[in-house]
């Protein structure tokens, strides 16, 4: 295992298939970093690693992501636009989700890779694909090698090395099918470290790491209070560095999954190791940006069709909300949903009622390393911890009383104070590696 900066990165290196192996997550990444790869019609060069940082950025460490609200895109006169749909999450820990994107539209690494380097990320316009990937067959095929970090050999000779084939006698498709497996395997590697004081302190103090096999959340939560309560009692608690007791209070907030007040709920759905529960939530988030745009009340009169009407992935419910068009709203996970097959649906629900159900739910994005991926949420709206916890705690108010559209039922619990939301931060500060 190596480790760079907070990143663990997990090579197989024993014997002749680690060395393989090795050599294509080598050629990934110097892919990954390549922005000749985009389209030369952009003003932007860019690469995967453009919205996906570590150092390269002067205002400081990144894990994955960049420092935008919404990541930026080449501009191209037939698509005149600056901003992504998104915030750009982390991937670190990728090779753990089931779905990728804030929507969940891709179900493998390969299915987002092979979409990105043909895909407005990279400059290219919807009916491109076939000229994105001749252009970047052409300049992996012309590459004279640089002398980069990585390697000064051409993409020939890395490409034999890492797969043993010609690149011009494979042709263009194999070359980037190949390609597309190679940025893939670098991503896997990315994991976070998990060695925060969190991850001390659990340690230290005996405590389970994750939900046992057919254990709720909400058991393992009330087990791991328990368990606290005990040490407490005990005066046994061993802090460590980075983990002192306003941290403890502020767990403490976040596994309480029920209760008047100082309930945070946010281990239901950020329950430890990864802190996501790599599912789709309506935390009224959507609903909010839209609202501050086209007034209270506007985002429950949008007319959204049900399962037999609605042609999914619309290019409306898509998009970020303007003033001048009001049919324009990023409805997430609905987009892209299987009505018929999704393990989200419940037993005996009609498709229309799990559909409407899905409006505007996003992926749980991790909390691990919180310090290095702001901005917050989906939107990239809030800069700030404290800022994004007094945001959710307005929305779980909004939600009891009934006025946000299909709120996520784990919203609707969230009680927390203002002294809750510093006690909260403290403990989100001890994820960071």
């Excluded at 990728?100 to 493998?108: C, I, K, N, R, T």
């Excluded at 390697?151 to 034999?160: G, L």
């Amino acid at each position: 295992m190596l480790l760079i900066g907070s990143v663990a990165l997990t090579l197989g290196v024993n014997g002749q298939h680690g060395a393989q192996d090795s050599a294509v997550v080598t050629l990934g990444q110097r892919l990954f970093e390549d922005s000749r790869l985009s389209s030369p019609e952009g003003d932007l060069a860019n690469s995967c690693s453009s919205c996906h940082l570590q150092d390269q950025d002067p205002q400081g460490h990144r894990v994955f992501t960049d420092f935008f609200n919404r990541s930026w895109v080449p501009y191209r006169s037939k698509d005149p636009r600056r901003s992504e749909l998104r915030n750009s999450p982390t991937i670190l820990d990728s090779a753990s989700m089931p779905s990728l994107h804030f929507d969940g539209e891709y179900a493998s690494l390969e299915d987002l890779v092979r979409a990105t380097l043909s895909g407005r990320p990279m400059g290219w316009l919807p009916t491109e694909a076939n000229q994105a990937f001749d252009h970047i067959y052409k300049t992996i095929l012309e590459d004279s090698g640089e002398p980069t970090t990585h390697s000064a050999k051409t993409y020939a000779d890395e490409f034999k090395r890492a797969f043993n084939v010609d690149i011009k006698a494979a042709g263009r498709q194999s070359t980037i099918d190949l390609t597309v497996n190679a940025i893939s395997s670098y991503v896997r590697t990315l994991k976070s470290a998990r060695n925060t004081p969190y991850d001390r302190f659990a340690a230290a103090n005996a405590l389970p790491s994750s939900p046992r096999q057919n254990e709720s959340v909400r058991r393992f939560a009330h087990k791991l209070l328990e368990q606290i309560a005990s040490l407490e009692s005990e005066g046994s608690v061993r802090f460590v560095a980075g983990f002192e007791r306003e941290a403890l209070s502020g767990f403490k907030i976040f596994l309480t999954t029920s209760g008047a007040s100082a309930s945070g709920n946010c281990v239901t759905c950020h329950a430890p190791p990864l802190f996501t529960d790599l599912s789709f939530h309506n935390m009224g988030v959507s609903q909010a940006e839209y609202e501050s745009i086209h007034g209270t009340g506007s985002f429950e009169r949008l007319p959204i069709p049900n399962a037999a009407a609605a042609n999914r992935p619309s290019t409306d419910f898509r998009e970020t909300p303007t003033r001048e068009n009001a049919s324009l709203v990023d409805l997430g996970h609905w987009n892209f949903v299987d009505v018929k097959a999704s393990p989200l649906r419940r037993a005996g629900e009609t498709e229309d009622r799990f559909l409407a159900r899905m409006i505007a739910t996003f992926k749980t994005p991790t909390l691990r390393n919180l310090a290095y991926s702001h901005p917050y949420l989906h939107n990239g709206a809030f800069t700030t911890l404290e800022a994004t916890l007094l945001e959710l705690k307005r929305l779980s108010e909004l939600a009891r009383k009934g006025q946000i559209r299909k709120a996520d039922e784990d919203l609707v619990r969230i009680r927390i104070s203002e002294d809750d939301i510093k006690r909260l931060t403290a403990f989100l500060r001890t994820l960071n590696d």
